[in-house]
């Protein structure tokens, strides 16, 4: 029994692989319905598992089969032609001879569930092509043709990768390639089939055409793959004692250890990944099943089918990707007639695109439909009560837009099999999160929508960025790692600004809000620290700085599963183990995100700072800031400011009341800004002047300040401390008053000299 099981299995396998691959070729081939080859591919397979059934006595899956043989029959032979009708009749017989799969695979019976109306359909349609005389004339003729041809052909096609894979490995190992048991007795059966075999090796046929791939089972992958990472972790030991020996040959053995076993990794790792085609082979029936079934006209599209994933990442892709597929025919891509009137061709185009970007996969689904309308989602989910209406009005259109992904939520008018129900796209999101994986959106009314997937290559070793907090040992994912920055000093005291109670810092004009991690983990902060290290982050699109005391170096790690009682801890995404042996946790920067409140749109904590800080960056001003004369500091418009020049003292010249310099071929005036404010001199002498250019429109001035300080931004806020006609008004910028000087002002006052100034 233990041979026949192994035989039943393999043959449930390799079936379940031609269906797959019967579900693409009967879709394709509704757009080339006179394609012959990809016809007798179809029916190569389906002659195939009828065989098969009939070998092991599954009486069901042999009459469904052997009725849709006979009509890929007609249709091969051109007594039919293919139609949506019978294309749908064929489908659905691929169902059932799944669903009797199912069954076998889950009792050893092919179930005792009634076809007959299937294959009345089927024969109803064979009829069609002409009497029944003739019909089952043609019928005999037709099947005693093809089995000839197999039976000619079978050794040859046998390792070939032909989509109908004629031979399966169930009837080499059961039958000897035989034809099926329902035609010839099973004495006569082996023997012609073996006849044939040697004949076609005889001939240099290719009977004994080498397997380039074997099987494994998943199971066995897994423990391969946990026993290379326990393999990583012994290395990782090994590395860090050795650091601290002399010894060359040890050295050298201890290096000769970790170079295999990193090529042994990446290359169990390989074993796992596959290519992403794998799912996306299911993806045409659902969109032309979905199609007929919502009355619309889609084409499909998919570049990228080769990109490869860890299995484990397929595998948590599956049902989100086929959610969102759904979503993109029912809910983006109009019915023909809304198309038409649109100005849009009736056809809509449905596009799946997987490409690696920043050592990430990236996989968008994209519909020319009719986008999201952010009012109309606004308003369903202040109907929903998810959100006020407060709340609805201050929302940016990308906050909007985010609402599809609360639980409940659904846009639909009304239930049906396919949408409605408010359940989905939390799932997908929550699935794709699970992973290390993020999903966002762009759309625009009447254009079209993107979802963009990121998605990890692998999630069982990852590099990572190990940490010190509190005294305590983090990893740190390097795929959510974007820089490093190193604050020291007065600037680690004075460079946290803080924006209605949130900490933020200023990084190259941009406010990153900072999470401080000892205090959400409870730690020990060290309050005399001179220094602030920021691992800068980044979850669904949205940067932010996590504080630490103290980076440590970077590393490959195997993640381990957190135990059940651990699992609830949103800020932990697993463990490892290091070097010397103790336990170090692996941060999710998606749940440190969440805690805080800088994503999830439940939270409107992140729409409310984000809100302020927008506001904040909309009314900022750069601003270079400079001394002029004895404690006295000034303030110029970024806007306005063309070059910064050294000009030697002794090229200065006069000319109409003004200090001017030769430059670049024009008279450049030149303003000392010390005299300007009424300032006492610095009482240097310096034989080089430090010039500000300034610009606007045709005019140009050199404004002679002491030094140059520094490029800040500055919120618009000032006062009037007297007059002054090129003073706009007096603030407090890095804690000194500062003079703002009213350039334009200015350069209007040197209209004497406008004729000779400078294009800078």
């Avoid at 009939?54 to 007609?74: C, I, P, S, Y």
């Avoid at 430090?690 to 045709?698: D, F, I």
């Avoid at 006052?749 to 800078?760: F, N, P």
Wanted: glycine share 8%; hydrophobic share 40%; charged share 25%.
């Amino acid at each position: 029994m233990g041979e026949f099981d192994d035989i039943l299995k393999e043959f449930l396998v390799e079936s379940y692989e031609n269906l797959d691959q019967l579900d693409q070729d009967l879709v394709a081939l509704e757009s080339d319905p006179e394609n012959r080859d990809r016809l007798a591919s179809i029916f190569r397979t389906i002659h195939t598992i009828k065989g098969s059934a009939g070998f092991f006595g599954f009486d069901r899956l042999q009459a469904v089969t052997h009725a849709g043989e006979n009509l890929l029959v007609k249709l091969r032979d051109g007594e039919l032609r293919l139609t949506p009708e019978i294309n749908d009749v064929l489908l659905a017989m691929v169902d059932a001879v799944r669903d009797m799969l199912a069954a076998i695979e889950a009792t050893g019976s092919d179930g005792d569930k009634d076809y007959s109306e299937l294959v009345r359909r089927i024969e109803e349609i064979q009829a069609a092509a002409g009497s029944d005389a003739e019909q089952t004339a043609a019928e005999s003729s037709a099947t005693d043709s093809a089995e000839t041809d197999t039976e000619r052909s079978e050794p040859v096609e046998q390792p070939a990768t032909d989509h109908g894979s004629p031979g399966t490995a169930a009837e080499e190992s059961a039958m000897g390639q035989q034809e099926p048991a329902t035609k010839r007795g099973p004495a006569e059966a082996p023997t012609q089939s073996a006849a044939a075999s040697a004949s076609a090796n005889r001939s240099g046929g290719g009977g004994h055409v080498k397997e380039s791939t074997i099987r494994v089972d998943v199971n066995l992958l897994d423990k391969l793959m946990n026993l290379v990472g326990e393999l990583v972790l012994a290395r990782n030991q090994i590395l860090q004692f050795s650091a601290t020996q002399t010894d060359a040959a040890f050295l050298n053995a201890s290096q000769r250890l970790s170079l295999v076993t990193t090529e042994l990794q990446e290359s169990v790792m390989k074993t796992r990944m596959q290519p992403i085609g794998t799912i996306w082979s299911k993806l045409p029936r659902v969109v032309r099943d979905l199609a007929r079934q919502c009355g619309r006209q889609v084409k499909l599209e998919m570049e990228g089918k080769d990109v490869e994933l860890d299995k484990s990442v397929i595998e948590s892709i599956k049902d989100p990707l086929t959610h969102m597929i759904r979503n993109a025919v029912d809910h983006g891509i109009e019915p023909p007639e809304e198309r038409v009137a649109k100005g849009k061709p009736p056809e809509g185009n449905l596009t799946l695109r997987a490409f690696h970007e920043g050592g990430q996969v990236i996989i968008e689904i994209s519909d020319d439909g009719r986008g999201i309308d952010v009012e109309k989602v606004k308003e369903k989910a202040v109907r929903k009560g998810l959100i006020t209406p407060e709340e609805a009005e201050q929302m940016t259109p990308r906050q909007a837009m985010k609402l599809i992904f609360l639980p409940g939520f659904s846009t639909a008018e009304k239930v049906t099999n396919v949408s409605g129900r408010g359940v989905g796209m939390d799932v997908v999101r929550n699935n794709i999160e699970k992973i290390g994986g993020s999903v966002d959106i762009q759309s625009h009314p009447g254009q079209g929508t993107t979802f963009r997937i990121k998605l990890p290559l692998t999630l069982a070793i990852i590099p990572a960025l190990i940490v010190k907090s509190g005294g305590e040992r983090m990893a740190i994912p390097q795929v959510s790692l974007l820089e490093l920055v190193r604050l020291e000093g007065n600037e680690a005291k004075e460079g946290i600004e803080w924006v209605h109670e949130a900490p933020v810092y200023r990084l190259r004009g941009q406010l990153l809000p900072l999470v401080y991690l000892n205090e959400e983990l409870g730690l020990t902060t060290n309050e005399e620290a001179e220094s602030l290290n920021i691992v800068v982050l980044h979850a669904e699109n949205r940067r932010f700085g996590l504080v630490v005391d103290e980076i440590v170096d970077t590393q490959e790690i195997v993640v381990k599963p957190l135990g059940k009682r651990l699992k609830g801890l949103s800020m932990f995404a697993g463990a490892t183990i290091m070097g010397d042996g103790r336990v170090a946790l692996i941060l999710d920067v998606f749940g440190i995100a969440k805690r805080v409140g800088l994503v999830g749109d439940q939270d409107r904590a992140l729409a409310e700072l984000e809100e302020k800080v927008q506001h904040s960056e909309e009314n900022t001003v750069m601003m270079l800031t400079v001394a002029a004369g004895e404690g006295r500091c000034a303030a110029i418009p970024l806007e306005f400011v063309a070059r910064l020049e050294e000009i030697p003292a002794d090229s200065i010249e006069q000319a109409n009341g003004y200090e001017v310099v030769q430059y670049r071929g024009h008279l450049l005036p030149l303003v000392r800004l010390a005299s300007l404010l009424n300032a006492m001199p610095s009482g240097d002498d310096p034989a080089k002047l430090h010039a500000v250019v300034c610009r606007v429109e045709n005019k140009s001035v050199g404004l002679v300040v002491d030094r140059i300080l520094d490029i800040v931004e500055w919120r618009p806020h000032m006062e009037r401390v007297g007059t002054h006609p090129f003073v706009a008004g007096s603030t407090i910028i890095s804690g000194r008053v500062t003079d703002l000087i009213d350039v334009e002002r200015l350069l209007d006052s040197v209209e004497a000299v406008a004729d000779t100034t400078v294009a800078a």
